[in-house]
């Protein structure tokens, strides 16, 4: 496994796992305290940090187990492409995103608690349909 694939696939598993424990924390709350919310944000950002580095050795192990040498990291113009593409799909996805959120919140159809909480899965959102394209141009 390359180098950019594996990458690709520790960040995919980083927000699944973050996306998941988000979605936990949250279904036990009844009412969203501002509070309680920053502190459950900064938690995700702390343990999005901690998978993200214990994601990347187990990934890394494991692909030296499966697949042996691992593949000298190689980057050309095409790679320098492909990232810019990603980079422009993240912007345009969170950019309409918070236009839409920001929109709600003008027209008194979202709390600031909840617009908060959509921004910041919308954040994910937008990496995640990034990693995606990028395992697509790297396939």
């Keep these: 496994m390359d180098v950019k694939r594996r990458k690709v696939f520790i960040s995919l598993a980083t927000s699944l796992v973050v996306a998941w424990w988000l979605i936990n924390q949250i279904g036990l709350w009844e009412t969203i305290d501002t509070a309680a919310l920053g502190k459950l944000l900064i938690k995700a950002l702390g343990l999005s940090i901690a998978v993200n580095i214990i994601g990347t050795i187990v990934i890394t192990i494991v692909a030296r187990m499966i697949y042996g040498e ?33 929109a709600m919140m003008g027209w008194q159809q ?16 937008a990496n995640l349909a990034g990693d995606l394209l990028k395992l697509f141009w790297y396939r």
């Design 70 to 102: 691992v593949d000298k990291d190689i980057t050309d113009e095409r790679d320098d492409k492909i990232e810019l593409y990603v980079m422009r799909l993240i912007l345009v996805c969170f950019s309409i995103s918070l236009i839409v959120v920001f």
């Design 110 to 125: 979202l709390a600031a608690n909840t617009a908060l909480l959509i921004i910041y899965v919308c954040m994910y959102g």
